[in-house]
């Protein structure tokens, strides 16, 4: 994403090491700077206009996967500037200025990696790029199942969901994915709040666990939200058609039985529904963000994401008064269509929620979209590749059930969750 308030950046993480500040990545809607480039043009065939250096994979791959959904057939610039971005070793920077210089493996980044898989796997014909990067998210996999933000971290519930979303798209079983006998499902587990938890935020997930000794982390509004997605057994673009007129079914824990055993697999992706599903009810049909020290206040990304996941299980009716609120607010987020994360989110929730995307609040996002990138190649029909991968995709979904804030910062977050605040949405919030 790109950075919300990047000049105080290092006060931030003080404060995190300090316990000042809440512990949670979901700082994306925070109002970034305009970014300053001086005279360094932005890369051609780059979706978005402002500073690519932490977020620039990010949204393209969120550009490629919602225009190539929307059949827009994208520029071969803009494709293959994503490709140009991968490493050597099969995963993707943030953004690299100069790809003939090699990247430096301990800045790799995961969250751009797994949205890269799915961009790329969307768009068809890119294979080799594909396997190279599933290999990369299989080899930096924690030993507890998870994934960092970036290699050699503790791992976080928003990146672990992602690689899991990379994984289902690529056809890769979540569970046969492991790491010292741990799954990539059981690393997502890790971060769910069950029945030891109170009993409102059962089915939540927090974005890292508390270090010993330190009171329980609690419930994560942008963990819950993307991990959703990934629990519900879905990836980008949503196309599930499990459809049911049912609310998601709340974790079911005997009375007076609580334990800290882990949500089971088969429950993980209706606790979780059930919880967003009130969460958004009690807060207006959005999410909110919470800073120490400042009023709260509605978290886009979150609630984008929670729509998906809602879709995803099974739940478009508790979805829809999320998707109704993004149509209705998500002009603010995405600046009136000139922040292309947040718009390409858009674009993805109104087709999952079988909206139409040209005419969302009243604005055509695909439109919107489009003019921040290179000229497509065509409009209104996908190339023969997307339509077969996109087709693949949605019956791999139905037979499987699988049912950088801020650079500045990394270096004082590393070891208590480097992801942190690299993984303050980098524009996913007013920036996934």
Known sequence: MLTAARAGAAALAAALL????????????????TASLGAAPLPEGLYGKGDPTYDAVWRQSLALTALTTAKVTPADSAVSWLTGQQCADGGWPSYRADTATACDPAFEDSNATALAIQALTTLGGHQDAVDKGVQWLKANQNADGSWAYNPGNPGDANSTGLAVNALIATRNDPAGVARAGRNAFDGLAVFQLGCAAPADQRGAFVYQTAPAGAPAAEPNALASGQASLAAAGGKLPVANGNRTDAAPKALACADGGATATAVPRADSGEAVGAYLTEQLAAGGQHLTLTLAGAAPTPDYTA??????????????????????????????????????????????VAQAAQR???????????????????????????????????????????????????????????????GLVLSLQRKRGAKL
């Open 18 to 33: 300090a316990g000042t500040a809440a512990a949670t990545p979901a700082f994306a809607d925070i109002p970034s700077p």
């Open 303 to 348: 609630t984008a994401w929670a729509a998906l996941g809602l879709v995803q299980g099974g739940h478009p009716q508790q979805a829809a008064g999320a998707v109704d609120w993004l149509a209705k607010e998500g002009g603010n987020w995405t600046k009136g269509g000139t922040d292309a994360a947040a718009t390409a989110t858009l674009v993805l």
């Open 356 to 418: 139409d995307p040209a005419a969302f609040g009243g604005a055509d996002l695909v439109k919107q979209l489009t003019a921040l990138g290179p000229a497509p190649k065509a409009v209104g029909a996908p190339s023969a590749s997307a339509s077969a991968s996109a087709s693949t995709s949605a019956g791999k979904d139905k037979d499987s059930g699988i049912g950088k804030f801020w650079l500045l910062g990394v270096g004082l977050l590393i070891g208590i969750g480097g």
